[in-house]
């Protein structure tokens, strides 16, 4: 008996179902639309309204195709875009079906008849899907002979975007988006049939800034730059960006963005030598295929007029900083900081912006070159208990071991606890609203207010007075035992962000609870070098990869790999930046080497200045001059991140490697200049570059965590207030006065209003407008009444007109005093 | 300022309509039902405030007031018209109907005299095809209309 | 009960002086199929529904009682029933004419219907320009819940219904079941996508169920008839009474009742004829969204299954007579203009399509047309018919393609006198 060749039978797993596409047998998941089915086989259905992160919509109609169920043929083509997988299913698409053809081909044309002709100044020509499917399958020439529907051309709809309803295909890509993903309506559906468009309900008012804070919910969003990049036509434009380039001018390189922790992927477009967007890249473990408008738009600090590009020397006699070359500077810089050094000694600041490998540099040129652990890189309110935080629950932690933004979307409860998602990780606000909207992530913020993204992830509050979160923290069990439980269940995740540095007690409450509980708990910090500055080092406790320095084995470790003598390295923690400051005003230090720091984000601006005024000899490594410049016997121009090549480890421990942008502009990274500058000081750091850096690094591989010891600090006591006087409650919004938001008008135009908030009883009778202040100064703002807890006022961190540090002294948590502001 | 000082009142008559549907789900269409009673259109103005109330978004208002042609973003006439134009009226007459009613008033179709006495408007099928030509004068349907008839109804409705 | 094709059953109130009170109602019959349907399941209901073979009179001729039987049998979310009483169809007046004349039977079927589908609350959406029709229905609301034929423990059975009467804002869209349902969640009343279908998730995302009024006014009959009476009425597949709206150039225009499956010839023996003799051009079997038929057609059975055979469909039975002195491409053009002001723009075909269609029909009838333009008219019909989102696009192009089908000659004619006129322009330059 010959055995007769069997027909190969597909297994169809269970959750999969098999169907046929032009002819091809294929698997697909339960679920799983058609047109990414057909996408995956290699075959592209075009289509206008589909976005893979959009719910379906099935407005355009372009994505038709034949569908035979059950041997019976559909009476009408179907929108592959709403239609999900089934067994048996037999598929034809334009490549095999005329009727599916005919059906695109006549959408097509119906979609152009209303289109204008304008492609040779449109800033989409040369991107645009409508422009590339007509060419691919349209008509060569129009039936339409009739009048095309027109509007007044571009209609602003924030200062950043503009909307040109002529070109607009009405595929509500943008207000789904908005609604649906930012959760900011602020666009939708006007008027109906071929008169509908996409607008806001009173265009003109986005320059009234009374309409930002009348009732009603306010129109802008931190995520409006993403409507424009997903708009499948050029009918958003951003401010930014019109008209300034063609597409096929650009080169494209990928990035990431330098603002925040969440490290999310960037395409920065550029040409001859100059960044012209950024778009957001697409990376489905971080930012999916969405950035903030921050990411996306604030890049100009780099090509500003001020921008340091020459190194300067400060002339001892006229006390004048001069321009010098590379070598003179270097030599002064090495010179004064050996003497510094060999004096009462060097700190170093190196702020918390730099790359992985930049970050390295500093820690290992201030054991090295300095011989010291007075490095602390924490640019902001910082505590010890923060440092046992760090060094105990943080460093060495990856995606692998860590909470990652996938376990955001998946975690049955996040408590948020002192950190406002939208504002200091906007990525992680979209995945925590994903998370809440498609998965039923309960989320429950300890705050003071119900902000935005309390309300946009759904989510409740437990509100208490500024500095009260410990208490509130360890008040779970006794005063909220649903969460408290809901805290047990497998995958509850606690985020905790920068402010909980200001309230003692916190780090140490939440350790506990983690502990008790089981869920996990994860630290998001605001800037995107924090996370790696812990790794390499830059703090006074801590070597590369989270050795103690008070571990000689550790050190012993990392002296064999730095090829250092036995015992060269320091075993007794160094100050940290507060300890540093005091130092220096005390005369127990004389020298200072700063990275990008802004002596205002200092826990006290004063006493900063004060320090800088007292310190014999200050290095100042920057790009931009800033306060610390004044104070500055060398400068030394670094490059911006754009211009070097690097990664920065996002808050999940997540390395973001990007390679350089902008080649051969001469700027130096940090780490390069502090090689240079270590070699004129007989230290070889081995970081000339950042891949030098990066595998110098990577020989200290991270010694395992667990060994340190956790945080256990006391509850620092509620703050009270006082006849006249409130807690304030402060942190800083997404788009407000930082350094990085430079030269970017449209930008700074989509702020939040800038407005006072309290409760409505501790409003009371203060008027429109309040005053606080502390000993230092007054910050008088509108008043605006919000669900606050009685005798707490809230002021943005560092927007116009409310610099808080700077202006107040104080930060979270202080009392300070409160006086009607007048009615102006 | 002098939105203040004029809105103060309306947004309190705003609130006022909003309230008596406060306990109805989705109630966005009878209180703009109401709004038009209450104000003979819907300003412009009204839409913050009802977003505000109903805890919108203030596109969200406005496109559902655009969506639907009885939301008149104007005052209307002290008299409204609505002279139906659907095949079944214009095969009795409908379109002369429409021609006297613009000569007689002096106005298109979708304007209002200039001194606010009538509005006209044109409506597609009234449900009443069996007594065309037919029209809404006021909320009250009438048929069999012509010339005479509708100045008669018109006049009429001004003396009561 | 006999079932004389004549006599009427729907609008046999409809003669009677104050027809719309609760009084008249109860005289004739009102409220007395509520007792025996509470008196039984929602189970039997249904099945009653079923056997008798009442189908949707809203267009689409759905069977009422299979939709019913698709709600769930657990009420884990309330059960809401919506009637579409947002008839808008143009030359459609059957459901304003019964909620006008009898508005009780449309109220009592509701509490049958709901009690059916176990559904507490029933919102009756009627289309906003119906203002008189609001205020009379709010009335017999009213008059009822007086009565206790409304609320809570209706005539003591224990079941509550509530019935709300909302208001439409003037958008023919919201005839459309899905687009009405975001209407009456205070939305732009666009379709939604389906699935999930109302049944499965509706009005705020609950097991719903919308009939249309006819429908709904139907079920008491049956309730107190039987499903036999009530298949003794109209065809095999489509039996039952059915309301006739005929309009146009006819004698006595007006709601003529009369089993489904009567011919167009027999419609016009009861309302008068052709009006003043003028012949019998064209006419549509069920509003403007269906086909057009012509004297062809006199003797086709307006059923479901023989209007659809015909070519055309039953739609909401509007039958609108046209006589020889109307021009087809004119209109053609003024339903055409009507479904371009009326598409909701959700979708491309019919929001960029009908403005197209609606500039080649208005230039073709300014005498400014070609013979290219007819087939650019059927072409673009063919690119939106079965390609838009809804039904409406559907409907858009009935009138054109149909109206070419049977009278190119005329659209022909137009182009021929642009034609000429064309000619002449030249001779004299």
């Known amino acids: 008996m010959t055995m007769a060749p069997e027909e190969p039978k597909v297994e169809v797993p269970e959750g999969y179902v098999k169907l046929t596409i032009d002819g091809e047998e294929v698997i697909a998941p339960k679920g799983e639309l058609l047109i990414r089915t057909a996408e995956r086989l290699g075959t592209v259905i075009p289509r206008f309204c589909d976005h893979p992160l959009l719910d379906p919509a099935g407005a355009c109609r372009q994505c038709l195709v034949e569908v035979e169920m059950n041997g019976r043929p559909m009476p009408k083509p179907q929108a592959s875009c709403t239609m999900t997988v089934a067994d048996g299913m037999v598929v034809k698409t334009q490549r095999t079906s005329p009727v599916a053809d005919k059906a695109q081909q006549g959408v097509m044309e119906l979609l152009l008849i209303n289109h204008p002709l304008d492609c040779p100044i449109c800033d989409k020509g040369g991107e645009c899907p409508l422009q590339n499917q007509a060419m691919a399958h349209g008509r060569a020439d129009s039936r339409f002979r009739d009048t095309k529907r027109t509007f007044p051309k571009p209609l602003p709809i924030s200062t950043q975007v503009l909307l040109d309803r002529e070109r607009c295909v009405l595929c509500q890509r943008c207000t789904r988006f908005s609604d649906q993903i930012a959760g900011d309506p602020f666009i939708d559906l006007l008027e109906r049939g071929a008169h509908q468009q996409i607008g806001t309900a009173e265009t003109a008012e986005i320059y009234d800034a009374a309409s930002h804070t009348a009732s009603g919910k306010p129109f802008q969003s931190y995520f409006s730059g993403n409507t424009i990049q997903i708009c499948p036509v050029g009918a958003l434009t951003s401010a930014q960006y019109r008209f300034r380039s063609r597409p096929f001018d650009l080169v494209s390189s990928p990035s990431v963005c330098e603002h925040c922790s969440s490290g999310c992927a960037e395409r920065t477009d550029f040409r001859r030598g100059k960044v012209m967007r950024k778009l957001a890249g697409e990376d489905p473990e971080v930012n999916e295929e969405w950035i903030c408008d921050k990411g996306r738009f604030a890049f100009r600090y780099a090509t500003a007029a001020q921008r340091l590009r020459t190194p300067l020397v400060r002339n001892a006699e006229t006390g004048e900083l001069e321009e010098a070359s590379w070598t003179q500077a270097l030599a002064a810089a090495a010179d004064g900081l050996a003497k510094a050094r060999d004096g009462k000694g060097v700190g170093v600041l190196p702020g918390g912006r730099l790359t992985l490998e930049d970050a390295y540099a500093y820690s290992k040129f201030a054991r090295l070159a300095l011989r010291t652990n007075d490095i602390d890189y924490r640019a902001r309110a910082h505590s010890a208990e923060e440092l046992d935080f760090l060094a105990s629950r943080v460093v060495g932690t990856t995606p692998e071991t860590g909470v990652t933004f996938t376990a955001l979307e998946h975690a049955p409860l996040v408590l948020c606890v002192a950190f406002e998602p939208e504002e200091e990780a906007p990525a992680v606000f979209l995945r925590l609203r994903k998370g809440a909207r498609k998965r039923r992530t309960k989320v429950v913020h300890i705050g003071q207010w119900t902000t935005p993204a309390v309300s946009k992830t759904f989510g409740e509050l437990l509100a208490c007075v500024p500095g009260g979160e410990a208490s509130a923290v360890e008040g779970i069990a006794q005063h909220a035992p649903d969460l408290d439980e809901a805290l047990r269940a497998e995958g509850a995740v606690v985020l905790v962000g920068e402010r909980a540095a200001e309230v003692p007690g916190l780090f140490s409450a939440l350790h506990r609870l983690s502990e008790r509980t089981g869920a996990r708990l994860a630290w998001i910090p605001r800037r995107a070098g924090e996370r790696g500055a812990i790794e390499v080092g830059a703090l006074p406790t801590l070597l590369p990869g989270g050795r103690s320095v008070e571990d000689a084995a550790a050190r012993s470790e990392v002296e064999q790999v730095w090829g250092l003598e036995a015992g060269a390295l320091p075993g007794t923690p160094g100050r940290d930046v507060t300890g540093m400051l005091n130092a220096l005003v005390t005369r127990d230090l004389d020298g200072l080497l700063v990275g990008g720091v802004d002596p205002a984000d200092l826990p006290d601006p004063a006493l900063a200045r004060k320090a800088l005024a007292a310190a014999s000899f200050v290095v100042s490594l920057e790009m931009l001059p800033s306060e610390v410049t004044e104070h500055a016997d060398v400068v030394l121009p670094i490059a911006p991140v754009d211009e070097k090549a690097g990664s920065f480890l996002n808050w999940e421990g997540r390395r973001r490697e990007f390679s350089i942008t902008l080649e051969g502009t001469g700027a130096l990274p940090d780490c390069r200049v502090l090689d240079t500058l270590g070699v004129e000081m007989d230290a070889d750091l081995f970081t000339q570059t950042p891949a030098a850096a990066a595998g110098d690094l990577a020989r200290l591989a991270p010694k395992p965590t667990g060994s340190a010891a956790a945080p256990d600090v006391p509850n620092g006591h509620v703050p009270k207030a006082g006849d006249g006087q409130a807690v304030l409650a402060t942190w800083r919004q997404l788009i407000d006065e930082g350094t990085l938001q430079i030269d970017e008008p449209h930008l700074a135009g989509t702020a939040r209003p800038v407005v006072a908030r309290m409760s409505k009883a501790s409003a009371a009778g203060l008027g429109r407008r309040v005053t606080v202040s502390t000993e230092r100064g007054s910050v008088t703002l509108p008043l605006e009444v919000a669900d606050l807890p009685d005798g707490v006022v809230w002021l943005p961190a560092n927007s116009p007109g409310s610099k808080v540090r700077a202006t107040l002294g104080a930060g979270h948590g202080a009392v300070v005093t409160i006086a009607a502001g007048g009615d102006q | 300022m002098a939105v203040e000082s004029a809105g103060a009142s309306v947004a309190e008559r705003v609130r006022a309509v909003v309230e008596a549907h406060r306990d109805e789900r989705g109630a966005l269409l009878p209180i703009l039902h109401g709004i038009q009673a209450e104000f003979g259109y819907i300003d412009p103005e009204v839409v913050p405030i009802l977003a505000a109330e109903l805890n919108l978004s203030r596109a969200d208002v406005h496109g559902v007031v655009t969506f639907y042609s009885d939301f008149r973003s104007e005052p209307a006439g002290a008299a409204t018209v609505r002279l139906c134009r659907a095949e079944a009226c214009q095969s009795v007459g409908a379109e002369k109907l429409v021609a006297d009613a613009e000569q007689v008033f002096g106005v298109k179709l979708g304007q209002t005299t200039p001194d606010g006495s009538v509005t006209l408007q044109q409506v597609f099928c009234l449900g009443n095809c069996a007594l065309g030509p037919a029209a809404q004068i006021n909320g009250r349907m009438y048929g069999r209309l012509d010339r005479t008839r509708l100045v008669e109804i018109l006049a009429k409705g001004a003396e009561a | ?429």
Not at chain 3, 46 to 54: E, P, R, S, T, W
Not at chain 3, 146 to 155: M, Q, S
């Open chain 3, 1 to 429: 009960m006999s079932a004389d094709p004549i006599t009427p059953v729907l609008t046999k109130r409809w003669l009677s002086p104050q027809s719309w009170r609760l009084s008249t109602y109860e005289k004739l019959e009102g409220y007395t199929a509520i007792r025996k349907a509470l008196a039984g399941t929602p189970e039997q209901l249904v099945q009653l529904v079923k056997d008798a073979g009442l189908r949707g009179r809203g267009g689409a001729g759905f069977p009422a009682g299979v939709k019913w039987s698709f709600m769930p049998p657990n009420e884990d979310k309330p059960h809401y029933l919506v009637i579409n009483a947002d008839e808008g169809e143009p030359g459609t007046c059957k459901d304003i004419p019964l909620m006008m004349a009898d508005p009780h039977s449309l109220i009592e079927g509701c509490v049958i219907a709901a009690y059916a589908m176990r559904s507490h609350h029933c919102f009756i959406y009627v289309r906003g320009e119906a203002l008189h029709c609001i205020r009379r229905l709010n009335a017999a609301v009213r008059e009822a819940y007086e009565a206790g034929y409304l609320g809570k423990n209706i005539l003591g059975s224990g079941f509550d219904l509530d019935i709300t009467v909302h208001a439409g804002a003037g958008a023919y869209i919201c005839g459309e079941e899905t687009a009405l349902l975001d209407s009456l969640e205070g939305r732009r009343g666009q379709p939604r996508l389906k699935p999930p279908f109302p049944a499965a998730a509706g009005l705020y995302a609950a097991p719903t169920t919308v009939n249309n009024v006819e429908t709904i006014a139907s079920v008491p009959f049956i309730v107190n008839g039987g499903a036999d009476w009530f298949r003794q009425m109209g065809s095999e597949k489509s039996p039952g009474p059915k309301i006739f709206s005929i309009s146009g150039h006819v004698e006595r225009p007006g709601q003529y009742e009369a089993p489904l499956g009567t011919t167009l010839r027999e419609l016009l023996e009861l309302c008068g004829g052709m009006k003043d003799g003028i012949p019998l051009k064209f006419w549509t079997p069920g509003g403007s969204s269906t086909p057009l038929f012509t004297a062809e057609h006199l003797d086709v059975p307006l059923d479901f299954e023989g209007a659809a055979e015909a070519g055309s469909m039953l739609g909401t039975t509007a039958v609108q007579v046209f006589n020889e002195t109307v021009s087809v491409p004119w209109a053609v053009m003024k339903w055409t203009q009507f479904y371009e002001h009326e598409s909701c723009g959700k979708c491309t075909p019919c929001r960029e399509g009908t403005y197209w269609l609606a500039q080649i029909l208005e230039r073709m009838v300014a005498g400014r047309g070609t013979e290219e333009d007819i087939d650019t008219l059927l072409d673009v019909c063919d690119n939106i018919l079965g390609r838009s989102f809804c039904a409406l696009g559907d409907g858009a192009v009935s009138p054109i393609t149909s109206g070419i089908k049977y009278f190119r000659d005329e659209f022909l004619a137009l182009c021929e006198d642009n034609r000429a006129k064309q000619e002449l322009v030249g001779a004299q330059a």
